[in-house]
């Protein structure tokens, strides 16, 4: 019984077993001793009535008779209610009944109360001990409570109190992970905050530059027109940004009900990529789709469209002209995984673990002209994690690197 | 929030001249969350390390700490229900009761323990593990992938402090595999769950949060940073 997990639970069971059995012990104990004594009044009584009226010369068979006789007649009743032997009469006047009395008073009195002594004081030391035990959990909860994680509570024995001080020990651990990763939100959303306004400052300032010059030679068609071109490509860029900005913050706040369905992997990937065929072709970049038609996939089709759609982005930045970039599919026994293979640059070790930061831009990267903002690769990688699959990258320095999105099949 | 701790932990076997060791100074710590792959040659002495840390074997130095408390320090019996409650184990041979259909193996652990469990909870994680339509198989009707996953499932459903993870994959072909890696990747996000994991297949770590290098018992940071949370 799972009761008597608990040692101290256990063991006052024990006691209270053992004392039961010593308390009906004892009260088998009394009885007998009281049957054997009034047997005894009941010979001594019944002798001496029978001496007494042998004495006074009835015959043997008559006493015999009235010895063993069972009937009681009202005349009988009367009679020893006359020499006052009846209900109301007091112990005393039966001197035999007043000694058993005395004797099984002073036997079963100190008995009794020495049981009690002992019941009461094994009980008063269990719950003694029990409330040290919530005692110490008490002070230890209270320093949780403040703060202080240094102590434990005991929590590695068996019994229903420990199994709640074990889950007590689990709300600490999350609480002070908890306290120790809002500390780290904070400072997340103050870097991410100067991120962004560096994000936004730099086209803004460039466009308030470029009207300046607009502005200063209104007459000059060509320099209109050069300048209204870069405000253009300017503001495009804020937009992007916003718009990848918002997407992230919409996925932070748990905001997005992914709608999953099954598609065929084809339809996903020629969704995915849509866009990016023209820039492909326009930078003399090929993209390979290849993998089983029928294949299914159980996703989001739009978010998991922007997801591919910015790993594939992310391919293109970092190719150069003649790059190739394969997109393939396999089935395993419990999921489906996307390949994005390129041939670029590859990722530096050192960069490799921080790829899917916010706004992580590599110090490795020569050609400044990539155009990448630090939100593709993040997001892509919230979308996948947020419909409960995964996204990995396998990369080797100048020879290309490798993005895999697993999504489980069931 | 530092849920495993090692310190200058050194295992020695036997004496003399015959004397190996198997683990020289190893220092570490995991992160709530962080999900750790050792890799490292077969007698490289990563199974001694994670041995030492699951209280398997008695480190011949250096202390242990799992989420602050040393493992150690307790009796026999107290580093037996320490461990039930606190350390979840995957094994490269599964070690699931063929008795048990999947869903009583993942719950297994907490009928050891006295406990009720949260059906709510379990559902999660046979979703989570793509095992819902097998819920009733016994591990005979199952592949080895899917046997894997079974063992995963129990080791999450105590939602332990750390789960440590010998050769999961060593039984398994190279899809299995990855899928095994992915799903224990997906596991630790989702739970912030702690995972040590050990593997002789340098390729599965690419999902990981780090990765550690043992050879010769000398214990190697290959890089890795906190798990990005919030990224």
């Known amino acids: ?410 | 929030m530092d849920i495993l701790e090692v310190k200058n932990l050194c295992k020695t076997y036997g004496m003399g001249e015959t004397k190996v060791d198997a683990l020289k100074d190893v220092s570490f710590t995991l992160k709530k969350g962080e999900f750790a792959a050792v890799v490292g040659e077969s007698g490289s002495g990563k199974s001694t390390l994670l041995n030492c840390i699951g209280a398997l074997d008695n480190p011949t130095s250096g202390t242990i700490l799992v989420d602050g408390q040393n493992l150690f320090s307790m009796n026999e019996e107290e580093r037996t229900i320490f461990r039930r409650r606190n350390i979840g184990f995957i094994f490269q041979s599964f070690q699931l009761v063929p008795e048990l259909n999947v869903e009583q193996n993942i719950i297994f652990p907490l009928l050891l323990d006295y406990r009720k469990p949260d059906y709510a909870a379990v559902n999660e994680i046979l979703e989570l593990l793509g095992l819902t339509q097998r819920r009733r198989h016994l591990p005979s009707q199952l592949s080895g992938g899917q046997q894997q996953r079974v063992a995963i499932g129990r080791a999450l459903i105590t939602k332990p402090k750390l789960i440590l993870a010998d050769e999961p994959t060593g039984n398994l072909d190279s899809k299995n595999s990855q899928d095994v890696v992915d799903l224990l990747t997906t596991a630790s996000r989702r739970y912030q769950q702690t995972i040590l994991m050990i593997t002789h297949n340098k390729n599965l770590t690419t999902s990981v949060d780090r990765v550690f290098r043992v050879s010769d018992g000398i214990l190697t940071d290959l890089g890795g940073a906190v798990n990005e949370a919030l990224s």
């Open chain 1, 1 to 410: 019984m799972s009761l008597f997990q608990d040692k101290q639970v256990r063991w006052y069971c024990f006691f209270l077993i053992f004392f039961s059995i010593l308390l009906l012990g004892m009260n088998v104990m009394c009885s007998i001793n009281q049957v054997n004594y009034a047997k005894e009044i009941y010979i001594s009584n019944n002798g001496a009535i029978a001496s007494y009226l042998l004495e006074k010369g009835i015959s043997r068979e008559v006493v015999a008779d009235a010895l063993a006789n069972s009937k009681v007649s009202e005349t009988g009743k009367e009679l020893l209610a006359m020499v006052g032997i009846d209900h109301r009469a007091a112990y005393h006047k039966f001197p035999y009944l007043d000694k058993l009395r005395k004797s099984s008073l002073y036997v079963t009195i100190p008995i009794s109360l020495l049981l009690v002594l002992v019941l009461l004081s094994v009980t008063s030391l269990f719950f003694w001990r029990r409330k040290q035990l919530f005692l110490q959990a008490d002070k230890v909860i209270g320093d949780y409570i403040n703060g202080d994680f240094s102590h434990h509570l005991p929590q590695n024995s068996e019994g229903a109190i420990y199994q709640v001080f074990s889950s007590v020990e689990r709300l600490a651990t999350m609480l002070k992970s908890k306290m120790e990763t809002e500390h780290k939100i904070k400072e997340f959303l103050k870097n991410t905050i100067s991120d962004i306004s560096h994000q936004l400052k730099t086209p803004l300032a460039a466009i308030a530059m470029y009207q300046e010059i607009i502005d200063a030679e209104p007459g000059n068609t060509e320099t209109v027109k050069e300048f209204s071109a870069k405000i253009g490509a300017s503001l495009n860029r804020m937009e992007q940004l916003i718009q990848l900005m918002l997407k992230i913050t919409r996925l932070d706040a748990g905001s997005i009900v992914f709608e999953k369905r099954y598609y065929s992997v084809p339809e996903l990937i020629s969704n995915s990529i849509n866009e990016l065929t023209a820039r492909a072709r326009k930078e003399h970049k090929q993209i390979i789709v290849d993998g089983d038609p029928r294949q299914q996939i159980f996703c989001d089709m739009e978010w998991t469209s922007e997801a591919i759609g910015n790993i594939v982005k992310n391919a293109l930045d970092h190719t150069g002209s003649g790059g190739v970039i394969r997109i393939t599919w396999e089935q395993t026994p419990a999921m489906v995984r996307i390949s994005v293979t390129d041939n670029g640059d590859g990722i530096a070790p050192e960069d490799i673990y921080h790829i899917f930061k916010r706004f992580y831009r590599s110090k490795n990267i020569k050609n400044m002209k990539t155009t990448g903002i630090g939100l593709g690769l993040p997001l892509a990688k919230s979308i996948v994690e947020g419909q409960g699959g995964v996204i990995s990258v396998q990369s080797e320095r100048h020879h290309g690197t490798t993005f895999t999105l697993s999504f489980l099949t069931e």
